[in-house]
Every structure is written in structure tokens, then in C-alpha cells.
């Protein structure tokens, strides 16, 4: 089963604006090769001020299509017509918490249908300006079309070029016999015969092994970079000790005690992991919490 | 678990009884079937009695013709492999365009190593054209590969007399039975069939155990080689809980042959019958007088399967769907298409597959849920109108498609 956002299946199990709408004025019927869904979507648009007053949809398509479709409405109802074509698939999966990646053409069917929508209220012809693939790399959303251009138009020959350019198959590299597939089709094209061979994935460099004392000092640094808003904020961080991977800090003036304490100490943890490149654990030290203690009985 | 489960094409529940056999082997009876000593020899025992359980369900001749493997697909992949393998001067292979992606997808690889694939079209229902098949076995043919019953609409292909047409022109004939074994008489013996697979999470038995029924005399090669087990056709340590599960529900299975093509059938055709009753625009898919007796796989058009599926699930209710959103690819299903089904119809496709467990009441709530949940996606429809499909509705709605 897919995996699905709360808001996704409550737009599918309680569409918004899903209907015909009688009074329509600008209509924009779409379908997506992709899968096979298709979309009608309805505006009532104020001609004076070019405001869609009324938008609702018809969709023949699966439940993200559905909630996709059903988010559009929403979001576009009360938009000036300008305003409504700058909404990007992006924002629509956006406000459905995300759509898994094989599920993002339904948002931009949705956008599509709200260009011809807009285009046939405006008496222009609305043409697609895209094709997609069947879907390779899952990990980033990225189909054998797109894959296939860039190859072809940046004369591209492994794996990792591929990668670089595009960014199919840099994450768990499980389709990099379909980005092979791609390049042995294209190269073949241009005369060329593709060279297979392992693919190094660029992992973010690991930074040398730390003395104890080169160590504290790095995470003195990173205390000291965040001081600065601390300190605007009438509050301060000293380090404690360091015990292994457990940082022992302790919060100072306004910070001590603050109710945003914990989500303060979180930022720095992060901070520190990704300028230590390990995992650590920052820990408010005993005699903070022993002094708060004491101040606040 | 609660709920109503109408997806046993898919996957079934271990019985209990199954389940009871199989505990044992986890824990005291844990040896290794090829050691010597005592803790392996019973193991060794039980595997044996497994193997003539399902022996007996397949009606093969020798028990020594059943090799356990992993699931379907190691069984599918091992025949066509193994048939290629042994015949390296045929460079063809024969299908059927609705196979299984176990075996469709095996053959598509097979075709970019340079193998030449035949791929058997169907009509409206599903069927092969027997002369086409004959017209295509030939010396150059290494394997024939057809599917006993299609997972999706349960419609049978004439594979004993296909077998018998592949032996005449000397061609190995493999059928994919996952769908069939244990819900219709076999009995391998008097058919010409060289190779056969099952599945056990298909008939009550748990997942990771297979069998690869392998006629005496066929030429083999095996997929994985290493040890001596399954006398050296298919290396690996024995699977022992999940053998000694599947053989008892090949016996279970057996047992309830009767009651399956009987109760479940009539449960079968009283679901589809009160389904179609009720909702306009629905038709089943296949070949419905020659199917297995416990699948009913309805077309409703104008709507989504997967939107189905998912109200359908808000009821308690688990079928599947030949929808493109159902499967993880996106692809619309090979097999609607092939039979040329249309494309409103096709997306809107929901299996119904039933087991030995299933319930009249439980038929009686899908009879009564379904309509409505069709009938309030339709309403989302932009095919349809107030109470019916718009007329001529791909006039209505002729959507730009990118």
C-alpha cells in the first residue's frame, strides 16, 4: 500500500469542491499518459477582477489524483488568475504533507489543469510543454525521459555523469541498471558503445581522526559561533566536560531554565554532528540543573 | 484480524493446522536434514512425508520429481533457465502475452541476451489461439512456458493439450500453476507437462517456500548449485518448518478440493452475481465459464481501482485491482490490456478472490458495501452524470493527455 499523508487520505475520504460546477466559465480537461488518471477542473472566474470565486473538479484517477485535485481547489479559490499559474506542483504536494515520489505526477496533472483551465477561460489553446517517463530513480522522483534528454543533449557516458547532472540513481543506487539501460540506447545513438564499470557514490569526506585535545577545541568553536545569539538573547552556554560521545554544557543566564532550553540544545547538538562528522549527545550538566534548581524553588 | 478477506490470490493465511506442524521444526526439531546423527535424521523424516503430501496434490508419479525452492519465481526462473541451459542450440522461447511478471519479465531479460520470446496474444476473453502456438513449436523452440490459471481474472489456458501439442514437436513444455495448484484436480501423470510451479503462500502454506515439479528424464541444469540437496538440483539448506507447512497444506488442500469447487464456487458467483445486480456499467473480465472457482475480477467503468481498494479497506474489505496506481510501477495491467479491455474499464478493474474461509455474511456485506462505494466515485466521475454515464461519454470528456 502506498504510503500516504493523513491530509492525502482525508482529501480522499472528504474531497473538497468535487462536483460539477454549473456556472462554470473556464474549464481545463487534462489526463496523465503516465497512469492514466484524468481531471476536469471548473472555474468560476469574476471577469472584472479576474478572481476565481468557484473552482471544483470531476477526477477519474486513484486517491492521491483525488486529494491532489481536491487540494488544488482549495488552494486556488479566491487566487487572481495570475496569481493562481504560479501555484507549482510542488506547492500542491506540499499541502497535502507530500506525495510518495511514484504519486507526484498527480500533482502536476493537477497544475496542468489548471493552466488549460486559465488558457480556456482566456481563449488561448493550452499545449503541454512536457512528456514523462516511465519513473527510474525513486529516490528522487526522476523518470527515463528526463534521464534520457539530459543524456542526450549533455553527451553524457556513465553512471556517474548521470548522477551529477541529474541526480537519478545517487541515492540507494538500485537503479542504476535502468540508467545503464538509458545510456547503452543513447550512446548507441551517437555511435558510441556504453563501458560499464563500479559506480563510486560521492560520500560527504569523513574528517580525519580528532586528538582529545583537537576535539574539545572544535566544539569550543562551535559554542562560540552560536554565543553570539545566545547573548542577545541575555543567555549563555560554557562547556562542561566531554565523555566521548556525550557533550556536557551548562546554560547560563536567561538561557537556564528557558522553556526553549531543549530545543536550543537540539540546534547545537546538530551544529556539532555536522562539524564533529559523528554523532554526539549534548547533555545540560548536573550543576546547571542542580543551580536552576536552586533559583527556582 | 478483523475484516473481510476477498485478496487470497494474492496471499492466503497459514492455516492453524499447517501452523502446528510447522512449530516444532523451529525449535525441537531443529537438525539438519543431511546430518547424521539423530537431531537431523527425523527432520530428514518429515521432509520425506512432506514431499509425498505434495506429491499426491500434484499427482506426480516419483516424489523424487518434487525440488523444494524459495517461492513461484525461483521455480519459474529455475525452469526456463534450466530448459535454455539444456538446449543451447534454441534460441526461442514461447508465452503467453498475460503470464505472470515472474516469467514476462524473465523472457524480456532472456530477449536483450539475444533469445527470440513469442508472446501468445489473447482475445476479449483472455484465450490463446491454438494454431498460432502450433504454427510456432518448432526445433528452434527451447521452452514453453504458459500459465495455468492468470492471477488476475482466473481463466484457465488449455495447458494439458498445450503440453501435449509441445511434447509431439519434442518441445519442454513449464506451466506456471501458482494460481491453480490446490483449487482444481492435478494429476501430472497422465498430462505431458515436464515442468510445474507452485507457490506456498498460495494455498495456505506460509511464504519463502516453493516447488519446482521436474518430470523424471527432463534435461536439467539447476539454478544453484553447492550442496547435495534436492539430490543436487537445487543446492542450499532446506527451508525444513516451511516445507514440512506446505506439505501439510497440500493435504489440507486436498482435502478440501470438494468443498472449493463447490461452496466457494457458488460463494463466487453469488458475490459477482449480487454485485452486478446492483451496479450499472460493470461487467466481469475473462473467461468467465473456464476460471478457477474462487476469483471474480470485475471491470466497473468510469472509475479508479485504486480509489476502490481504498474505500473498499475503509469498510474492512480487501480486494486488489488491475488499476495502473495499484502496482508499484504505474504500469495499467498487462493483462487487461492485452485482452484489449477498455481503458475506462480497465482502470477500474477489482479482483475478488475468495479462500475455503470465507463466509456467506461476509459475501452478503461486499454485496451490500460495493455498490455505494462505486456509486459515490462515479459521482467524482467527469464520465458521468447525474444517474448514469454521460452520453457517449469519451465524447463528453476527451481529456489533453501528457
Not at chain 2, 190 to 202: N, Q
Not at chain 2, 211 to 237: I, K, M, N, S
Request: charged content about 25%.
Amino acid at each position: 500500500m502506498w504510503d500516504y499523508s493523513d491530509k492525502v487520505k482525508e482529501h480522499f475520504f472528504s474531497p473538497r469542491n468535487a462536483g460539477a460546477l454549473d456556472n462554470a466559465n473556464a474549464v481545463g480537461d487534462v489526463g496523465s499518459l503516465n497512469c492514466g488518471d484524468a481531471l476536469r477542473l471548473m472555474l468560476k472566474v469574476d471577469p472584472d477582477t479576474e478572481t476565481i470565486q468557484d473552482a471544483s473538479f470531476q477526477t477519474f484517477g486513484c486517491g492521491s489524483a483525488i486529494a491532489s485535485s481536491s487540494a488544488l481547489t482549495e488552494i486556488i479559490k479566491g487566487m487572481k488568475l495570475d496569481d493562481a499559474l504560479k501555484v507549482s506542483n510542488q506547492d500542491i504536494a506540499d499541502y497535502l504533507d507530500g506525495l510518495p515520489p511514484e504519486k507526484m505526477h498527480c500533482s502536476v496533472m493537477g497544475r496542468e489543469a489548471l493552466q488549460a483551465a486559465i488558457a480556456n477561460y482566456r481563449g488561448e489553446v493550452w499545449s503541454d510543454d512536457h512528456e514523462e517517463g516511465a519513473l527510474i530513480c525513486k529516490c528522487f522522483a526522476i523518470d527515463a525521459v528526463l534521464i534520457e534528454e539530459t543524456v542526450r543533449a549533455n553527451k553524457l557516458s556513465t553512471v556517474e555523469d548521470v548522477i551529477n547532472y541529474t541526480k537519478a540513481g545517487g541515492g540507494c543506487s538500485s537503479c542504476h541498471e535502468g540508467i545503464e539501460e538509458i545510456l547503452v540506447k543513447v550512446m548507441a545513438e551517437r555511435g558510441e558503445t556504453f563501458s560499464p564499470h563500479n559506480v563510486e557514490i560521492p560520500e560527504p569526506p569523513k574528517p580525519g581522526k580528532l586528538t582529545n585535545l583537537q576535539r574539545i577545541k572544535r566544539i569550543e568553536m562551535v559554542l562560540d559561533s552560536v554565543r553570539p545569539q545566545l547573548q542577545r538573547d541575555h543567555g549563555d552556554i560554557e562547556l562542561v566536560d566531554v565523555d566521548g560521545k556525550t557533550i556536557y554544557v551548562n546554560m547560563t543566564g536567561a538561557c537556564a531554565g528557558c522553556q526553549m532550553e531543549a530545543l536550543t540544545l537540539q540546534g547545537i547538538q546538530q551544529k556539532l554532528m555536522e562539524d564533529l562528522g559523528e554523532f554526539v549527545k549534548i547533555v545540560p550538566s548536573r550543576a546547571g540543573s542542580l543551580s536552576r534548581a536552586a533559583s527556582h524553588p | 484480524m478483523d475484516g473481510i478477506y476477498l485478496d487470497n490470490n494474492a496471499t492466503t493465511r497459514v492455516d492453524d493446522a499447517v501452523l502446528e506442524v510447522m512449530l516444532p521444526y523451529f525449535t525441537e526439531q531443529f537438525g539438519n536434514p543431511s546430518s547424521m546423527h539423530s537431531f537431523g535424521n527425523k527432520v530428514g523424516l518429515a521432509i520425506k512425508k512432506a514431499r509425498l503430501q505434495i506429491q499426491e496434490l500434484l499427482g506426480a508419479e516419483h516424489d523424487s520429481e518434487i525440488i523444494f525452492t524459495s517461492c513461484g519465481t525461483e521455480s519459474d526462473s529455475t525452469a526456463i533457465l534450466s530448459a535454455i541451459k539444456a538446449n543451447p542450440g534454441r534460441k526461442e522461447i514461447i508465452t503467453t502475452s498475460i503470464e505472470h511478471p515472474a516469467v514476462l519479465a524473465l523472457c524480456e531479460h532472456l530477449e536483450k541476451e539475444g533469445y527470440k520470446v513469442h508472446y501468445l496474444k489473447v482475445d476479449a476473453k483472455g484465450r490463446v489461439d491454438l494454431a498460432e502456438y502450433a504454427r510456432l513449436l518448432s526445433d528452434r523452440i527451447a521452452v514453453v512456458s504458459v500459465m495455468w490459471a492468470n492471477n488476475e481474472t482466473g481463466s484457465f489456458f488449455p495447458v494439458l493439450e498445450m503440453a501435449e501439442m509441445a511434447h509431439a514437436a519434442g518441445v519442454l513444455f513449464h506451466t506456471d500453476a501458482v494460481q491453480a495448484v490446490g483449487k482444481i484436480p492435478i494429476d501430472l501423470k497422465t498430462s505431458k507437462i515436464d515442468m510445474l510451479s507452485l507457490s506456498g503462500h498460495k494455498l495456505h502454506a506460509p511464504k519463502g517456500v516453493g516447488v519446482l515439479y521436474l518430470r523424471r528424464g527432463v534435461r536439467f541444469r539447476p539454478l544453484l548449485r553447492g550442496g547435495h540437496q534436492e539430490r543436487g538440483r537445487r543446492a542450499g539448506t532446506e527451508n525444513t518448518a516451511s516445507i514440512i507447512g506446505l506439505g501439510k497444506a497440500c493435504e489440507l488442500a486436498l482435502d478440501a478440493m470438494h468443498h472449493e469447487n463447490t461452496e466457494v464456487r457458488r460463494l463466487r458467483d453469488k458475490l459477482e452475481a449480487g454485485i452486478l445486480a446492483k451496479v450499472p456499467r460493470a461487467f466481469p473480465t475473462g473467461d468467465v465459464n473456464n476460471r478457477l472457482p474462487n476469483t471474480s475480477n470485475i471491470a466497473f467503468e468510469f472509475i479508479e481501482g485504486e480509489a476502490i481498494l481504498l474505500l473498499l479497506n475503509k469498510f474492512g474489505i480487501a480486494a486488489s485491482s488491475g488499476s495502473a496506481c495499484t502496482s508499484g510501477s504505474l504500469e495499467p495491467s498487462h493483462v487487461m490490456r492485452a485482452m484489449g479491455i477498455p481503458y475506462t474499464a480497465a482502470h477500474g478493474t477489482t479482483r475478488f478472490s475468495l479462500s475455503r474461509y470465507t463466509t456467506e455474511a461476509e459475501i452478503d456485506r461486499v454485496i451490500e458495501v460495493t455498490p455505494e462505494i462505486i456509486a459515490q466515485l462515479r459521482k467524482m466521475s467527469p464520465y458521468w452524470g447525474e444517474t448514469g454515464p454521460t452520453s457517449e461519454p469519451e465524447k463528453a470528456f476527451a481529456p489533453v493527455y501528457a
